[in-house]
């Protein structure tokens, strides 16, 4: 007749049983302290603006402007270039309650595009070139009927929003350059 009683748990099985438990433990305790995205930037959903560095080259000093001196002009922003130029995806957006007069030109064509929207407009455009890669401006048409209340622009160059601006004022230009 076999002998049907339970054979002795080994002390190095209880051992590693145990190591294994506590090492799951760790790392579920890890996963859940880590999701939080108040601390890492990384993990958080929106993206925010890049802010310049230091050059690590001192001849890369020239590419940036000063802008204690000169501002950017709204009337002429690309006459002034700064950083090195490359390929990216720029998007300019124009949100508003109601109607609103948008201009909007990049600097790869330096044309001006103007149009009078009612609601939200976005368009998005890949081009090679130096900052500041485009252009827009906003205008609350008077006390018209249908006319926005509010409005706002944003550029974002390759996910990152770099300019955002926003007015109630009726009549008064606004611009958003980045």
Do not use: H
Not at 17 to 26: K, N
């Amino acid at each position: 007749m076999p002998d049907l009683r339970m054979p002795d748990v080994n002390r190095w099985t209880i051992l590693a049983a145990v190591l294994v438990v506590t090492g799951i433990v760790i790392i579920v305790v890890s996963l859940i302290s880590g999701s939080s995205t108040g601390d890492n930037p990384r993990l958080s959903s929106k993206p925010s603006a890049v802010e310049p560095l230091e050059p690590i080259d001192p001849g890369d000093v020239e590419q940036r402007p000063d802008t204690k001196d000169k501002t950017i002009d709204p009337t002429d922003p690309f006459a002034i270039s700064f950083g090195k130029a490359a390929r990216r995806e720029v998007t300019l957006r124009v949100t508003g309650n109601g109607s609103v007069n948008v201009a909007v030109s990049y600097r790869d064509d330096k044309q001006e595009s103007k149009r009078v929207i009612n609601g939200a407009y976005s368009t998005t455009r890949v081009f090679k070139g130096k900052f500041p890669m485009g252009m827009v401006a906003i205008q609350i048409p008077g006390k018209l009927p249908g006319s926005a209340s509010r409005a706002s622009c944003t550029i974002e160059i390759d996910g990152v929003e770099v300019s955002t601006r926003s007015t109630k004022e009726a009549g008064a230009l606004v611009y958003c350059i980045g």
